[in-house]
């Protein structure tokens, strides 16, 4: 980490977004308690990290990437065995069980072994393992992983309904639409620095702007964009146009310059993204 900062309101769903290696997992093992901090202060929930660990851990539900359910174990098994690392007495902890059950739509599935759940029924299973102790706040390391657009879509249903109810909600996702459609604000990092924070909107429009041109490359449309003084970028065989009136400068384009072919579309997160960190491939 480089003197990152940040904060993170309470009930409020917040991302952090970067290549690998950008100190995204850093920094959420650290607001685990799992990562030592090296420098600097960590407050989570008003407590510091180097003091009060255990009351920290109490207070929050951790979502793996990873699905590290115990297979030998079934759904309801491995909810009621989790349930004892937080001193729940059973009965409490079946109530609670019966409504995480219900709650991620898991009830017909109770009495199965987790080896034979889908992919989807697994990450719905992790999601409510890490409720049981009703968390004020929730870490998700890449919550959708992996899925197909039904649970995917179910999922982001959950965690629309747990902020409603105030749960503080940190995630990461490489599924940029995921942190566009869900996060009240967001970081983008990149090799151990914070590089922006904002609302995904905000971010957007500070960055990109809210519309993208989208043309194949030629040199007849680079003199039309020169003679335009457009702002562009050239990508392999296309090119990007930011342009300030998407509708003017397309007919301009059209019209004037006599190319038959472009495209215009609203301004994404992962425009951002890529424009911030690069569209060199890391491992």
């Not at 970067?18 to 420098?39: E, Y």
């Not at 929730?138 to 197909?148: C, N």
């Not at 639409?177 to 151990?192: F, I, S, T």
Request: proline content about 4%.
């Amino acid at each position: 980490m480089n003197n990152i900062s940040f904060s993170i309101d309470e009930g409020e769903m917040f991302g952090f977004l970067g290549p690998n290696g950008a100190g995204k997992t850093t920094t959420m093992r650290m607001i685990q308690c799992v990562s030592p901090i090296t420098a600097g202060k960590l407050d989570v929930m008003e407590m510091d990290v180097t003091i009060h660990q255990r009351e920290i851990k109490s207070f929050m539900g951790v979502v793996p990437q990873e699905n590290n359910l115990d297979g030998d174990f079934t759904v309801y098994e491995n909810l009621l065995v989790y349930s004892r690392y937080f001193d729940i007495p059973k009965v409490e902890a079946e109530i609670r069980i019966e409504e995480l059950l219900d709650f991620v739509h898991l009830q017909e599935k109770r009495d199965v072994m987790t080896e034979s759940l889908s992919g989807g029924m697994k990450r719905r299973l992790v999601l409510a393992r890490a409720l049981i102790n009703r968390p004020r706040l929730l870490i998700l390391d890449e919550p959708t992983v992996g899925l197909d657009p039904q649970a995917r879509h179910l999922i982001w249903e959950k965690l629309r309904s747990l902020q409603k109810q105030g749960v503080t909600i940190v995630l990461t996702s490489h599924y940029l639409d995921e942190v566009e459609k869900l996060c009240d604000r967001l970081v983008v990092m990149d090799n151990g620095k914070i590089l922006v924070e904002g609302s995904p909107r905000g971010v957007i429009e500070e960055f990109i702007g809210s519309d993208i041109i989208e043309a194949e490359h030629s040199q007849q449309l680079l003199d039309c964009l020169i003679k335009k003084e457009a702002n562009y970028e050239i990508i392999g065989d296309i090119v990007q146009i930011y342009p300030d009136n998407a509708i003017e400068l397309s007919e301009y384009l059209l019209m004037e310059c006599s190319l038959s072919k472009i495209s215009a579309r609203p301004a994404t997160l992962e425009d951002v993204f890529l424009k911030l960190t690069g569209r060199r491939l890391r491992e």
